[in-house]
């Protein structure tokens, strides 16, 4: 069974720093690419960034510069490092995993930034 289990969110001020973490099992971490997306309130979810099996990384434009993906094929986990935050940031962050079509999700954390 995969579970991907997201954890890190919490309130923090606008300026402000929180790194998210996104456990992994029941998949081969190493070879499937792992992505950050979020949902504000009101809103479709949208892409974040994503890391590859080869360690290549895309982010959206809103988060580069500010946010950086990495990932431990070790503890099998994905990290979100978020700097500069803002309240326009506010949103459930969501972990997934894909490889060959196949996605997976996890339930999300929430991110709340205060101005």
């Known amino acids: 069974q995969v579970q991907l289990v997201e954890s890190g969110g919490g309130l923090v001020q606008a300026g402000g720093s929180l790194r998210l973490s996104c456990a992994a099992s029941g998949i081969t971490f190493s070879n499937h690419f792992m992505g950050w997306y979020r949902q504000a309130p009101g809103k479709q979810r949208e892409w974040v960034a994503t890391?590859?099996?080869?360690?290549?990384?895309s982010y959206d434009d809103s988060v580069k510069g500010r946010f950086t993906i990495s990932r431990d094929n070790a503890k099998n986990t994905v990290y979100l490092q978020m700097n500069r935050l803002n309240p326009e940031d506010t949103a459930v962050y969501y972990c997934?995993?894909?490889?060959?079509?196949?996605?997976?999700w996890g339930k999300g954390t929430l991110v709340t930034v205060s101005s």
């Open positions: 890391i590859r099996s080869g360690d290549s990384t």
């Open positions: 997934q995993a894909g490889r060959l079509g196949v996605h997976y």
